[in-house]
Structures are given as C-alpha cells and as structure tokens.
C-alpha cells in the first residue's frame, strides 16, 4: 500500500478520533468547531486533535502532525482567525466558525488525500 491509498486502520482511527472530539464537551472545546470541520466531507478525513481549546486537522494519524492544515482560532472579540502554522500564513479572518472550515477547506494542500498511518516526515 503506498501513501496514496488510504490505510483501512488509518481510516478507522481517523474515525475513531472524531468521535472522541465530536463527544467532548464545551470545557474541552466549542462543540460548534468540530462540527463545522465535519461537515466538510474533506476535512471528515483528517486525523483530529484538540488542545487548549482548538481543533487542529491532520493529514497523519501519528506524532509529529502536520501543520500544513489550517487552524481556525477563536478571536476574542468574536469570529475566527484561520492560520496554516507551517508557514505562519493567515488564510483570513472570519465572522463564524461555519465560515472558518470553509475556508480551511478551501485551502487544503494540492493532493491531501485521507490522513495516512504514518507521520508528517512519510508525506
């Protein structure tokens, strides 16, 4: 099996890990974030994490991630700073978190396909 073709294990922790974050509850994140980033059936794909209150997307399941995905960053004031931290580069500024999944998945990597077993150094 190469990288491109999607590991069923892979696929199965993928989905085990979103509802693990799907299930957790608003002291661990917003509930609306994970949901967006659900919706979005490339995103659905993506290994997720969650710490210090942010969704953060992979296209691994095994540490280190990758960081080529975009971030979407709660804003005090309200709405959503959406930042790829590989490149430090701010995709946008949004007013809802419907709107910050969209554009990280507007933004994904040419190719990112289902997140593989492996680590950011195998892609």
């Known amino acids: 099996m190469t990288n491109d073709e999607p590991s069923p294990a892979a696929a199965e922790i993928v989905a085990t890990a979103w ?3 799907l299930a957790h509850g608003p002291d661990r994140v917003d509930p609306a974030g994970p949901l967006a980033a659900y919706g979005h059936p490339a995103l659905r794909e993506l290994f997720p994490a969650v710490s210090h209150g942010v969704l953060y997307l992979s296209r691994c399941i095994q ?11 709660p804003q005090a004031g309200g709405g959503y700073r959406v ?3 590989s490149d430090n580069t701010l995709l946008g500024v949004t ?3 419907e ?5 990280i998945a507007a933004h994904l990597p040419e190719g990112c396909a289902p997140a593989i077993d492996g680590t950011a150094n195998d892609l």
Do not use: H, K, M, S
């Open 19 to 21: 509802r693990t974050v």
């Open 63 to 73: 540490y280190p991630w990758t960081r080529d995905i975009g971030t979407a960053f």
């Open 83 to 85: 930042r790829r931290q």
């Open 95 to 97: 007013d809802t978190v």
């Open 99 to 103: 709107e910050a999944y969209r554009l």
